[in-house]
Nanobody, 127 residues
């Protein structure tokens, strides 16, 4: 089992930036895929960005050009740099980890592919 600890959430004004971090501890073969997912009140959880241990990334359309996911393999830590934040980015952001099954880590049906989840970190963007 992988333990995931997120940090870096907070409140910013629209146009601002935040950097989320997620530190993993556990078997490396269980963290072939890591990623960020978010859930706003009353909405389903959605994928934001994922990354393989080899550094291959996958972004939701809403995150492209604004967010950057990165990985420090030595620290088993992923980051999500979020720029040009919008009020619609407001959500609880969750880090997830799971084995690598494909060349890209999936954004959809996360409960199928990711077995371990962090406790979440709140991101609030005001207009």
């Amino acid at each position: 089992q992988v333990q995931l600890v997120e940090s870096g959430g907070g409140s910013v004004e629209a146009g601002g930036s935040l950097r989320l971090s997620c530190a993993a501890s556990g078997p490396p073969d269980s963290t072939g895929c890591m990623g960020w997912f978010r859930q706003a009140p009353g909405k389903p959880r959605e994928g934001v960005a994922t990354i393989t241990t080899g550094g291959r990334t996958n972004y939701a359309d809403s995150a492209k050009a604004r967010f950057t996911i990165s990985l420090d393999n030595a620290k088993q830590t992923i980051y999500l740099q979020m720029n040009s934040l919008k009020p619609e980015d407001t959500a609880m952001y969750y880090c997830a980890a799971g084995p690598l099954y494909f060349s890209l880590c999936p954004l959809n049906t996360p409960d199928t592919w990711y077995s371990d989840w962090g406790q979440g970190t709140q991101v609030t963007v005001s207009s």
